[in-house]
């Protein structure tokens, strides 16, 4: 007797790509510029901080909150989006999707002087913590998708945020 042959069914390949997930994971274009696309993701990141500061005018306390809650808002965002350009890019931790370093970067210059000294050294000390990733930034790059992604970002942002304070407390 022969045995009916089982097909096995694949999952179609999504014929486009998510728009907002797109244009949030690489942070409106910002991820598909090179060399160097996260280095993009958080000069962009840090000019957009520098003219929201430098527009509104905050007190040092009420701009490092709204740094936060931008920060958070692009974890909360990030995670899905990066998710699915992961997906439909069919590449673990594509390199052009670059929300996670919009939120490692602002986590970085949540108690920053608005100026550009401070500025360039949030900017320079994370992207070294985010290259270097000293633990736990490593192992959280193994989480699975959107939040591998992003969590390890978050990790070099606070890093660069400790930096930074013991900077400012040190050298003024």
């Not at 995670?79 to 052009?96: N, Y």
Request: glycine share 10%; proline share 6%; net charge neutral.
């Amino acid at each position: 007797m022969n045995e009916p042959v089982k097909e096995t069914v694949k999952e179609p390949v999504r014929a486009g790509k998510t728009a907002w997930a797109w244009a949030v994971g690489t942070f409106f274009g910002a991820g598909l510029l090179r060399p160097g696309p996260g280095s993009w993701g958080s000069a962009a990141a840090a000019l957009l901080w520098l003219g929201a500061a430098r527009g509104l005018h905050l007190a040092p306390a009420p701009l490092a909150w709204l740094t936060l809650a931008a920060a958070l808002c692009a974890i909360v965002i990030g995670v899905p989006a990066a998710t699915l350009v992961e997906r439909e890019s069919e590449r673990q931790d594509p390199g052009h999707v670059v929300i996670d370093e919009v939120a490692g970067q602002w986590i970085a210059l949540i108690c920053s002087r608005v100026n550009l000294s401070h500025l360039l050294a949030g900017f320079l000390f994370f992207r070294l913590f985010d290259i270097v990733k000293p633990w736990p930034a490593r192992q959280l790059e193994s989480m699975p998708a959107g939040w591998g992604i992003m969590l390890d970002d978050v990790a070099a942002g606070v890093y660069a945020l400790l930096l930074m304070l013991a900077l400012q407390h040190w050298i003024g």
